[in-house]
């Protein structure tokens, strides 16, 4: 059984400060040298950003008929822009650019030649692939990319997993109250059923979207928003702990009804469909993670890897030695992290239907406004006004719930007149 313990009071503010700081450093930690007009690099990065644009403006014409101006543009983004990042790129992959080379000319092909617009988005979709290849060849990844990859990672598997361990504790207890016999072996293979299930999930959603006879945008864009609309119902801290009071209450009307029939089978059934929710939750979040982590899938391994190890620890504390560990601060700051990533996931998804042309598209100009590629894709971060737009409202609807439920709300019932008060 879980005790709590009271302790003093802690302000409402400092439980954000863990968030709001990790956010910071992805701010300020440098990654990559600033943009400028004499390193080779820096204008190669540039040129590359303006052909992606203009591919974009490409499509557009062609979706409106306007065959000769979609043409001119898919031409101009190749010989007046992406040549000129040509120079680094040979010196580091001289295939990735002649394999560029030849999915512009599929493009200029497909316009010339009067395509469907599904063809010409697809052969467009080629060209936005290799461009984002070639700035991951001649960026640096820095450390606020590798550290961002490693810390979403760790939250994902650390927070579903601490809830996993709980809902494991409250098994035992209450199979042990109810004295239901020979349920330790049966519940264990249950556990086990669900974690193999779980990454037999992860696997065959990756194998299914890689065979999906759909455009990759639209997948990318898709699981995106569904793990950000996973995310905003169980990873705000009030609406995890409701959520988690009826899960709770299902799952000791479950053991009843195990401790009730009996037998190996109905222990299983139990641990599986205690456990597989979770793994199911960070299946979805690990398939949007990898999606958008090309180039740092090795720091989400080590972020998954750790959070193996902390969670191990944690088990051991909370179910054999029977250590009173500070759950309520560990979930809140794991699932503070992870709204923090439905804010990256936001901004991906936007970037990926508007590269797919299923969304508009207005660039925020100027080098400034586009943090190296590893640190875009790792934080959601795109200059377009779209992306932006609906990062910032999501962040401001996580804020303004913040400071109800930390805040205002605590505040209104400590003034609140008691029962006694009313009554004298």
Same mark, same amino acid.
């Given at each position: 059984?879980?005790?709590?313990?009271?302790?003093?009071?802690?302000?409402?503010?400092?439980?954000?400060?863990?968030?709001?700081?990790f956010?910071?450093?992805?701010a300020?930690?440098?990654?990559?040298? %600033?943009?400028?007009?004499?390193?080779?690099?820096?204008?190669?990065?540039?040129?590359?950003e303006? #052909?992606?644009?203009?591919?974009?403006?490409?499509?557009?014409?062609?979706?409106?008929?306007?065959?000769?101006?979609?043409?001119?543009?898919?031409?101009? *983004?190749?010989?007046?822009?992406?040549?000129?990042a040509?120079?680094?790129?040979?010196?580091r992959?001289?295939?990735?650019?002649?394999?560029?080379?030849?999915?512009?000319? *599929?493009?200029?092909? %497909?316009?010339?030649?009067?395509?469907?617009?599904?063809?010409?988005?697809?052969?467009?979709s080629?060209?936005?692939?290799?461009?984002?290849?070639?700035?991951?060849?001649?960026?640096?990844?820095?450390?606020?990319?590798?550290?961002?990859?490693?810390?979403?990672?760790?939250?994902?598997?650390?927070?579903?997993?601490?809830?996993?361990?709980?809902?494991i504790?409250?098994?035992?207890?209450?199979?042990?109250? *109810?004295?239901?016999?020979?349920?330790?072996?049966?519940?264990?293979?249950?556990?086990?059923?669900?974690?193999?299930?779980?990454?037999?999930?992860?696997?065959?959603?990756?194998?299914?979207?890689?065979?999906?006879?759909?455009?990759?945008?639209?997948?990318?864009?898709?699981?995106?928003?569904?793990?950000?609309?996973?995310?905003?119902?169980?990873?705000?801290?009030?609406?995890?702990?409701l959520?988690?009071?009826?899960?709770?209450?299902?799952?000791?009307?479950?053991?009843?009804?195990?401790?009730?029939?009996?037998?190996?089978?109905?222990?299983?059934g139990?641990?599986?469909?205690?456990?597989?929710?979770?793994?199911?939750?960070?299946?979805?979040?690990?398939?949007?993670l990898?999606?958008?982590?090309?180039?740092?899938?090795?720091?989400?391994?080590?972020g998954?890897?750790?959070?193996?190890?902390a969670l191990?620890?944690?088990?051991?504390?909370?179910l054999?030695?029977?250590?009173?560990?500070?759950?309520?601060?560990?979930?809140?700051?794991?699932?503070?992290?992870?709204?923090?990533?439905?804010?990256?996931?936001?901004?991906?998804?936007?970037?990926?239907?508007?590269?797919g042309?299923?969304?508009?598209?207005?660039?925020?100009?100027?080098?400034?406004?586009?943090?190296?590629?590893?640190?875009?894709?790792?934080?959601?971060?795109?200059?377009?006004?779209?992306?932006? #737009?609906?990062?910032?409202?999501?962040?401001?609807?996580?804020? *303004?719930g913040?400071?109800?439920?930390?805040?205002?709300?605590?505040?209104?019932?400590?003034?609140?007149p008691?029962?006694?008060?009313?009554i004298?």
């Open positions: 059984m879980i005790r709590r313990r009271h302790r003093g009071r802690i302000r409402p503010w400092r439980r954000l400060a863990a968030p709001v700081a956010l910071c450093a992805l300020v930690v440098p990654t990559a040298p %600033a943009f400028g007009n004499d390193d080779p690099v820096d204008k190669a990065l540039s040129e590359i303006r #052909a992606r644009g203009m591919v974009i403006d490409s499509q557009a014409k062609a979706a409106d008929g306007e065959t000769a101006a979609a043409l001119d543009l898919a031409r101009s *983004a190749y010989l007046d822009h992406f040549e000129y040509e120079i680094p790129l040979r010196l992959d001289p295939e990735l650019v002649l394999d560029l080379e030849f999915k512009f000319a *599929a493009l200029r092909d %497909a316009i010339e030649a009067g395509a469907s617009h599904g063809q010409i988005r697809e052969a467009a080629a060209i936005f692939d290799g461009l984002d290849d070639c700035e991951r060849a001649i960026t640096k990844t820095g450390i606020a990319a590798p550290l961002a990859a490693f810390g979403f990672s760790f939250a994902i598997l650390f927070r579903e997993g601490l809830e996993a361990v709980l809902l504790g409250i098994l035992l207890s209450s199979l042990e109250a *109810a004295r239901a016999a020979d349920y330790r072996r049966g519940l264990g293979w249950g556990i086990g059923a669900a974690i193999l299930a779980s990454i037999v999930t992860f696997v065959l959603a990756q194998t299914l979207l890689s065979l999906a006879p759909v455009d990759r945008e639209l997948i990318e864009g898709t699981a995106a928003l569904l793990s950000v609309v996973v995310l905003f119902f169980v990873s705000f801290w009030i609406v995890q702990r959520e988690h009071r009826r899960w709770m209450e299902f799952m000791r009307s479950r053991v009843s009804a195990a401790a009730a029939v009996g037998g190996t089978l109905a222990f299983a139990l641990g599986f469909t205690a456990i597989y929710r979770e793994g199911l939750e960070t299946a979805l979040f690990y398939q949007s990898v999606i958008f982590a090309e180039g740092l899938i090795l720091w989400v391994v080590l998954a890897l750790s959070a193996v190890g191990v620890a944690a088990a051991f504390a909370i054999k030695s029977g250590r009173k560990l500070p759950l309520k601060p560990l979930l809140i700051g794991g699932a503070s992290t992870l709204l923090l990533l439905s804010v990256t996931f936001a901004g991906n998804a936007v970037r990926a239907l508007q590269e042309d299923l969304i508009g598209l207005n660039l925020i100009q100027g080098d400034w406004a586009r943090l190296p590629i590893f640190v875009a894709e790792v934080t959601g971060i795109h200059p377009t006004v779209e992306g932006i #737009a609906v990062q910032a409202t999501l962040l401001g609807i996580y804020v *303004a913040a400071i109800w439920f930390f805040a205002i709300r605590p505040n209104m019932e400590r003034r609140r008691q029962p006694e008060q009313v004298g």
